[in-house]
């Protein structure tokens, strides 16, 4: 069974950074796509961004500019900067194949930005 695991949030101010990192086991990591979603109270859940095997991305609207997602042996990292209040939410990683319907689910890590 594929393993996720979030590490890197915490409190923030206004402006400041974090790099959220997931690390996965019991899969073949080069085979998935791999991403964030994030969701603030009463709020949907958002997709962040993506990373396919071959080192695409894709990034919200909301976050471009601000953050950057990479990958690395069995680790994917969201790096923020210049986070703001809108931010604050619980970030969640996923990983995917292309062309299955299976989504593997980390248990999430809190962002909270605040002064």
């Known amino acids: 069974q594929v393993q996720l695991a979030e590490s890197g949030g915490g409190l923030v101010q206004p402006g400041g950074s974090l790099r959220l990192s997931c690390a996965a086991s019991?899969?073949?990591?080069?085979?998935?796509?791999m991403g964030w979603y994030r969701q603030a109270p009463g709020k949907q859940r958002e997709l962040v961004a993506t990373i396919t095997s071959t080192g695409n991305t894709r990034l919200a609207e909301s976050v471009k500019g601000r953050f950057t997602i990479s990958r690395a042996k069995n680790t994917v990292y969201l790096q923020m900067d210049s986070l703001n209040f809108d931010d604050t939410a619980a970030y969640y990683c996923y990983a995917a194949r292309p062309k299955n319907v299976t989504v593997y689910w980390g248990p999430g890590t809190q962002v909270t930005v605040s002064l």
């Open positions: 019991r899969m073949l990591f080069n085979d998935y796509t």
